[in-house]
Structures are given as C-alpha cells and as structure tokens.
C-alpha cells in the first residue's frame, strides 16, 4: 500500500497533451503505458536521483507530476528494482489528470 503521494517526472510536452485527453500515458522518457505496462512512479525522497540517472542530458522542459494514488483508480504497486534494494511505485493504468494534485518544473542535475 501506498502512503501519501507518489512522484513522477515528464516533459512538459506529454502532460499538456495528457491535459487535452484526460489522462497521462507516459510509462517513462520515450516509452508509452501500452509499451511497458505500467507507469514509473518515485517516492518524494527518490526523485534527485531519478532525474539524475535517467534523465541527464534531457533539453525538453521537465514537470514533476505529483499524484495521489487514491484517485488513480488504477492499481498502483511498489516493486523492487532488479539489481538494486530500492522499490518503486508503478502504476498500472493510466493516470487521470485530475489524480495529478500539483506539477512543479524540475530540472535534472540540479
């Protein structure tokens, strides 16, 4: 179970386009929902370090999404990480963007 809100970082570019459609589908940089299954999620604490490993080098504007997994309606599970001790939240559906209580531009390597 989750407690509290989850992270998750996109451009800027894929949640206005979620807010046109209702709900986001980005699993991760350049990877759809239908492609992975699910979408990456972070705890608070994770997101310096997500930013700095998967998304260094990154020009596009960047948004942290900030979601309550309690209106996502979708399944939303903490996984481990295969070769790491660290778990993870995934979502397992797509995420409404009224689930989406706050966005906040974010940079990676700051």
């Known amino acids: ?5 989850i992270h998750h970082i996109a451009l800027l570019a894929d949640w206005d386009a979620a807010r046109h459609r209702g709900r986001y589908e980005v699993s991760t940089l350049g990877r759809s929902l239908a492609e992975v ?5 972070c705890q608070p604490a994770q997101v310096a ?3 700095d490993r998967f998304y260094a080098g990154v ?3 960047l ?3 900030v979601v309550d997994p309690d209106r996502v ?3 939303v599970r903490e996984e481990a990480v295969a070769g790491t001790d ?16 706050d966005v906040r531009p974010v940079v990676a390597g700051e």
Request: net charge negative.
């Open 1 to 5: 179970m989750i407690d509290g809100v």
């Open 86 to 101: 660290e778990r993870f939240p995934h979502i397992y559906g797509p995420v409404p963007v009224e689930a989406v209580v």
């Open 73 to 75: 309606g979708s399944e």
């Open 49 to 51: 370090g997500v930013l």
């Open 59 to 61: 020009e596009e504007p």
């Open 63 to 65: 948004v942290l999404l």
């Open 37 to 41: 299954g699910f979408i990456h999620a």
